[in-house]
């Protein structure tokens, strides 16, 4: 029966990460995959991560099963860094702990479909893999343009969906530091998201992975508490993997509010039960240890200067590129503008190919760059190698 299975090629980004360890060239920069690097080019465990971590291993009395939910002293103690200062909103907001943002996502997309959605809206380009888990878990999914060519968000865009959006839909937006094009939403556009929303009566998917990178914590949360002031239900998934760089820990979390807190207490139960059903609980360490930062002011302290040093470095990264000006036929201007790890540049799908053949750049196929992999040191490299291929 199995010999019925097609080959499917390997996931086009993750791939990335083999084409680029494979390369023997020591001038080689990878802007693949959307991990963090610091000035040397490093991607190291935040240390206020190691101290948690070392306080794990000395006091943990046990690695006995939790729940489906996880460990809730880590979901509850992200809520006022993620919620702000009305916190749960009496009990309207629960979460739990889930495998990394895709597990969110990926919960929040079965959720919303159990509850009846039946289409879920989304700007484009996206993160690849929203599209794909839309379609596994066999939700339709629409789409809208996100980004003006003059680098804004296309507000028209999502003011026609929203006005022609059925009853039953859902919308899927990225809370800060938007991937692929780091084309954020002002605070006054989201403001008019929020009300909008409110208006029709749509379900907010809200997919929050890069908290802290952009204008900093309490400026990229602006966007969710907006709306979830607005709206009287919403669904926030959230990732741990940047902003606490625990990657391949897979530490991320689900966050629900419902119109009562009886209504939230209901959705959670459903949340566990698709839990219990796709991988029974979340894995424990990076989630403790998450907690044991959150529990500790020191640490606490620590990690937020950890997320504010990545953040300044990527706004350097970012100020220089806009400072070059143009590269062959690439202006790298907006880049100044945007927010986040990543942005697109206009190049082909060849000119991407020979920029990683000719010259060793890594980048995804869709001409997206993770700016994080830029350092001082071949910022240069890069730039001319982009003028050599689009000049
Ligand atoms: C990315 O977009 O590069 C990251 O979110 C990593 C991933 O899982 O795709």
Redesign the pocket.
């Known amino acids: 029966m199995l010999d019925r299975l097609e080959q499917q090629s390997p996931?086009a980004?993750?791939a990335l990460i083999k084409l680029y360890e494979a390369d023997p060239r020591d001038t080689k920069i990878d802007l693949?995959?959307?991990?963090y690097r610091t000035a040397d080019g490093a991607t190291p465990v935040f240390r206020a991560i190691k101290a948690a971590e070392k306080q794990l291993v000395d006091t943990q009395p046990t690695k006995a099963y939790l729940g489906p939910e996880g460990d809730m002293g880590f979901v509850r103690a992200l809520v006022p860094h993620i919620f702000g200062k009305t916190g749960n909103r009496d009990g309207r907001i629960e979460g739990m702990q889930t495998p990394?943002?895709?597990g969110a996502v990926r919960l929040a997309i079965a959720l919303a479909g159990k509850a009846g959605v039946e289409q879920v809206w989304m700007g484009t380009p996206s993160?690849?893999?929203h599209a794909q888990i839309l379609a596994d878990c066999g939700m339709k999914a629409a789409t809208f343009n996100h980004a003006n060519a003059d680098g804004s968000a296309d507000m028209d865009g999502l003011r026609d969906v929203i006005a022609k959006a059925g009853k039953n839909d859902a919308v899927l937006l990225h809370g800060a530091c938007h991937?692929?094009t780091g084309v954020d939403y002002t605070n006054e556009e989201w403001d008019e998201i929020a009300g909008l929303l409110a208006d029709k009566g749509l379900l907010p998917i809200i997919d929050l992975?890069y908290q802290g990178l952009g204008d900093g914590m309490e400026e990229d949360a602006y966007g969710v508490r907006a709306v979830l002031a607005a709206v009287p239900e919403a669904l926030v998934a959230y990732?741990c993997?940047?902003n606490f760089g625990l990657?391949r820990d897979r530490v991320g979390a689900l966050y629900a509010m419902g119109a009562s807190a009886d209504d939230t207490a209901r959705i959670m139960s459903n949340g566990a039960s698709l839990a219990r059903a796709n991988w029974s609980m979340p894995p424990d360490h990076g989630g403790a240890s998450v907690r044991m930062i959150l529990e500790d002011e020191d640490l606490t302290a620590q990690w937020l200067s950890e997320v504010e040093e990545m953040r300044q470095r990527i706004g350097q990264v970012r100020a220089k590129l806009a400072a070059s000006g143009t590269a062959g036929a690439v202006d790298l201007t907006p880049l100044g503008e945007q927010k986040g790890m990543?942005a697109m540049l206009p190049v082909s799908k060849e000119q991407v190919q020979q920029l990683r053949e000719d010259h060793g750049v890594y980048m995804?196929g869709s001409g997206r760059i993770?700016v994080a992999g830029l350092t001082m040191g071949n910022i240069d490299a890069f730039t001319d190698a982009l003028a050599a291929v689009t000049g």
């Open positions: 996931d980004l993750l693949g995959v959307g991990v990394g943002g895709t993160w690849p893999n991937n692929p992975a990732s993997d940047k990657y990543f995804a993770n």
